[in-house]
């Protein structure tokens, strides 16, 4: 099985090519990445309307290139991936549109995939990890603690009640005079600061439901900057760090409590999984690592590349869906806002997948 994913929800241009191999784990033939960081570095954030004619520009290449690379035309598919939200509707659109048109022209099925269930399944793409397991979903847009306990079977155990945790970075690095995207950068400036010169809020630290909030904590680190300002390159390195060590903190801990309610309504977890582009940041994947095995359980983390948004993780999912017989019509809407997991209070305990 060969599947084409086409990923257009924000500020990345993405087209991928995924196969399974004869042991039945997927196989990258091909993963093409566009950023427009720099179309939107002058901005201090993504522009919606330059994102969509970004995305108008240069997908059609992309996808040609990443069918080449592959060694594959379209008629060698088995079926054409694309995300179809949540997003930024513009770019949603464009991705959506060109699926439909390469789905209907090569007669293929296609499959309307929800951004967050790819990154949700990207670590069976990378691992083969085997249901169910705990997943902390955590970009610039989105963070949730999931149990995922099969493909369509989601319990969203918490989430962000204001900023998710990837927003937070680039608030942080925004007023902190850093360049685009924040948090690279916060993370790269954290590596020279002190992590207790300033004493930052854990904002919802033994709290019994494992929700986040970040904007306290975001608050917080602009009262201290304002206090010293105006600001060295040591006291932005030590804000940096600071504020990192608390996210890092909360986040430990937010996992800890959803590992504990896990068992309710979905059994024992094969592992905690992290995913999002905040999974690619170092001090917390270390701090994860630590909890995991304390917990008794592997962490398991998307190598880099695969962090951020990417068609091979939309190609996966495409997959997953496939082989259970999910397809969509040319019908298949385009979705800004798309839940992907029923919340707990709605979820009712069930035997889960063993995948």
Aim: glycine share 12%; hydrophobic share 45%; charged share 20%.
């Amino acid at each position: 099985m060969n599947v084409l994913g086409i990923e257009t929800t924000c500020d990345e241009t993405a087209a991928a090519i995924v196969a399974v191999g004869e042991d039945g784990r997927g196989v990258i033939r091909s993963n093409e990445v566009l950023s427009q960081i720099a179309e939107h570095a002058a901005y201090g954030g993504v522009v919606p309307e330059i994102a969509a004619r970004a995305h108008v520009e240069v997908l059609d290449r992309l996808v040609a290139r990443a069918l080449a690379n592959a060694g594959l035309g379209l008629s060698d598919l088995d079926g054409i991936a694309v995300a179809a939200g949540p997003g930024l509707i513009g770019g949603v659109l464009v991705g959506l549109v060109t699926g439909k048109t390469l789905a209907l022209v090569s007669r293929k099925p296609l499959v309307a995939v929800n951004h967050l269930e790819a990154h949700a399944l990207t670590a069976r793409l990378t691992d083969g990890l085997a249901f169910p397991y705990l997943l902390l979903l955590a970009s610039g847009g989105h963070t949730q603690l999931v149990a995922v306990k099969g493909v369509g079977e989601y319990v969203r155990l918490g989430g962000t009640i204001d900023d998710a945790i990837g927003e937070a970075f680039d608030k942080v690095a925004k007023l902190l005079g850093l360049a685009y995207p924040g948090g690279p950068e916060v993370e790269r400036a954290a590596e020279a600061g002190n992590p207790e010169r300033f004493a930052l809020p854990r904002p919802m630290l033994g709290r019994r439901e494992p929700n986040f909030s970040l904007s306290g904590l975001k608050t917080a680190l602009r009262i201290e900057a304002e206090r010293i300002a105006p600001l060295t390159h040591q006291d932005v390195a030590d804000l940096c760090a600071s504020f990192q060590a608390a996210v890092v903190d909360v986040v430990v801990d937010r996992v800890r409590v959803a590992l504990r309610d896990f068992g309710n309504v979905a059994g024992h977890p094969t592992a905690l999984v992290a995913a999002g582009g905040v999974a690619a940041n170092g001090a917390l994947r270390r701090a994860l690592a630590q909890q995991a095995g304390e917990a008794g359980l592997p962490l398991v983390a998307p190598p880099l590349p695969l962090c951020g948004d990417n068609g091979a993780m939309i190609a996966w999912a495409g997959i997953e869906r496939l082989r259970l017989g999910l397809t969509d019509d040319i019908t298949a809407p385009a979705r800004p806002r798309w839940p992907f997991a029923q919340a707990q209070s709605e979820a009712e305990p069930q035997p889960h997948s063993a995948g």
